[in-house]
């Protein structure tokens, strides 16, 4: 596969039409039509799709993560600081709130997210991923029962 065929497959896979991923990859308008239609830009595109849809997935567990254990030192730092520079708070993890308010009397009000429920959603992907490997299994004995069978 060429070069330009592989960025072409990148662009498609980022969710740009057929038509302006055919032109950043340096191609005509209408080749994306097509280019589509050949089997291996077809799976490339799924392989890369597949690849975001993991990397989602790993980013997900870590941002769960960051919200079950992170510290919110930076969260009360923002609230018991006089002022705050803007470069002061670009470099604050501020990762854990979800929603600032500040009401008319001038007290700033913080929420956060909540937790639990973040330690059950991370509980909930690794009790989801030891259930998988116990079906492959079973799935593998089986397909093994069933050659062991037919000999």
């Not at 060429?2 to 990148?10: A, L, N, P, S």
Request: with cysteine.
């Amino acid at each position: 596969m060429r070069k330009r065929d592989k960025t072409f497959c990148v662009y498609v896979a980022q969710g740009k039409s057929l038509e302006e991923a055919s032109i950043l990859s340096g191609y005509e308008e209408s080749k994306g039509v097509t280019l589509i239609t050949k089997p291996e830009i077809m799976n490339e595109i799924t392989a890369l799709l597949k690849a975001k849809a993991n990397l989602m997935k790993n980013l997900s567990v870590i941002g769960y993560q960051q919200l079950a254990f992170g510290s919110i030192a930076d969260c009360i730092s923002l609230v018991t600081e006089e002022k705050v520079s803007k470069e002061d708070l670009q470099n604050m993890s501020l990762f854990m709130i979800s929603e600032i308010k500040k009401p008319k009397d001038g007290a700033m009000e913080i929420k956060f997210f909540d937790r639990l429920k973040a330690l059950e959603k991370l509980q909930n992907y690794l009790d989801g991923e030891s259930q998988c490997v116990p079906f492959y299994e079973a799935l593998e004995k089986g397909a093994k029962a069933l050659g062991d069978s037919n000999e």
